[in-house]
């Protein structure tokens, strides 16, 4: 398929983030077109843009004439439909791991914490901000301590989650820890998830997909 690739996006959003990362270590041609999740009530629940992703969230994905949500399921599609280089590797085992790796952040950690839910912790619920800090910290601590019981029974020696190149895992992994960075959460606990985020900020594809970097940052 050469139909080009449109990325509905927004610089701070952990899950745009993982599919700028994976379309730049597949160093594929894609534009941007941001939807800003704050200003003018949230952009994301306009009409034309809830026309086009039900859930009102980003990453949104064209291809052509095609739709996708949901970024693991955007970052499998890139993955199968531009196979190299694999985010996944090939051994299944290893496979499974890193899907493993993937879901402690994007199905058990960051969906407590992304922004719809913090606004609602400090609006209708009406959570004081120390208290809402307190609860996202507790959630990133359960899910890095388990990423990095992870990362060593898997018996992580390289750069990345898996090995030397990186994954669908470090796709999912560094957003999560610029989040955590940004929170003011305490990272000295986790010593094979601060050498993969060193080891990150070394390499281009995600240099270029880090939100400071964005045409929309501080928008």
Not at 49 to 63: G, S
Not at 166 to 186: E, G, K, M, S
Request: net charge negative; proline share 7%; glycine share 4%.
């Amino acid at each position: 398929m050469s139909e080009q690739l449109l990325l509905y996006d927004y610089w701070r959003s952990s899950a745009a983030y993982r599919v700028r990362i994976a379309l730049n270590l597949k160093d594929l041609d894609y534009q941007q077109r941001s939807i800003h999740l704050v200003r003018a009530g949230g952009e994301q629940r306009q009409a034309t843009y809830a026309a086009l992703n039900p859930q009102q969230l980003v990453p949104t994905l064209l291809h052509g004439e095609l739709v996708l949500t949901q970024s693991l399921a955007i970052i499998e599609y890139l993955d199968e439909t531009f196979p190299h280089p694999p985010l996944l590797p090939a051994e299944p085992i290893a496979r499974a791991q890193c899907r493993a790796l993937a879901q402690v952040i994007a199905c058990d950690t960051h969906p407590v914490n992304n922004l719809r839910v913090l606004q609602y912790l400090s609006g209708p619920l009406e959570i004081d901000e120390q208290p809402k800090m307190d609860w996202y910290r507790h959630w990133v601590e359960l899910g890095f301590n388990a990423f990095e019981a992870l990362l060593s029974r898997y018996g992580r020696t390289r750069e990345f989650c898996l090995g030397t190149q990186p994954t669908l895992a470090d796709c999912c992994l560094i957003p999560q820890v610029y989040n955590a960075q940004r929170f003011a959460c305490d990272l000295t606990p986790y010593p094979l998830i601060r050498q993969i985020a060193e080891a990150s900020q070394q390499h281009q594809a995600f240099t270029r997909a880090y939100p400071d970097n964005q045409p929309d940052a501080n928008i």
